[in-house]
């Protein structure tokens, strides 16, 4: 078995990509398909056990939960817990490797990149989805070398992307437009849509600007998902 994959990525920090993997994955569970969450690379603080005795980052348990599954460290390859403003602690299959500072993390990462696609493998071979995760923006082009988290990883797995924007924020039209403008003719390619997360408001004054975002970038929208304010994912 080979799984379908979809990556999700943000056009920022906070633009809603947990959640909404979170969400994908527990409509697929509902359809009764088996479908696991993957996030190449996490940086955070909040971490969780797993059924493996690893740790991973707490957004992944969650993302488990909503398939109906225990956490697993393949779910989460590697997870930096900051302790310094340059500096973390650097987690890799569930297991403490060391902290490095951020430059030499930099050039330690292609030697992560295999242990990445080993985890990704091995989700792929047992369900019929994985859903993955980004981190932070894919048009952090200072990052692009040696990138194991958005673009360089969906270019080494060959899966779908589709970018989120936080329209709570403002500037989602910009947001959108210049996260695409920035990646490479390839990476465009391998955008298929977007989504608009946290709208409030009047959803046909929004239609317009819709309209427009699809024409300009030829790629369409495939939702606009509405503020949740009772929402309390941990």
């Known amino acids: 078995m080979s799984a379908k994959t979809l990556m999700i990525q943000g056009c920022t920090s906070d633009a809603g990509k947990s959640a909404l993997v979170t969400g994908i994955c527990r409509v697929l569970r509902r359809r009764g398909q088996s479908v696991a969450p993957f996030k190449p690379q996490n940086m955070a603080l909040n971490s969780a056990v797993t059924v493996d005795n690893g740790e991973i980052g707490r957004a992944q348990a969650v993302q488990a939960q909503a398939c109906n599954l225990p956490p697993h460290t393949d779910m989460n390859t590697v997870l930096l817990k900051p302790n310094t403003d340059i500096g973390a602690q650097v987690i890799v299959h569930g297991r403490s490797i060391g902290n490095m500072d951020a430059d030499t993390y930099h050039h330690f990462k292609p030697q992560l990149l295999g242990k990445v696609l080993s985890s990704f493998g091995r989700l792929k071979a047992s369900y019929d989805h994985v859903v ?13 070398e040696h990138d194991i988290a958005n673009m360089g990883f969906a270019e080494a797995a060959d899966c779908p992307v589709v970018l989120v924007a936080d329209i709570d924020r403002g500037g989602v039209f910009a947001h959108l437009v210049g996260t695409l403008e920035l990646l490479s003719a390839a990476e465009q390619a391998r955008v298929k849509g977007f989504v608009i997360n946290r709208f409030r408001g009047d959803i046909s004054l929004l239609q317009p600007g819709l309209e427009w975002l699809e024409k300009r970038t030829g790629k369409p929208v495939f939702g606009v998902l509405p503020y949740l304010h009772s929402l309390h994912l941990e």
């Open 132 to 144: 993955i995760e980004g981190a932070g923006s894919p048009a952090e082009i200072n990052l692009r």
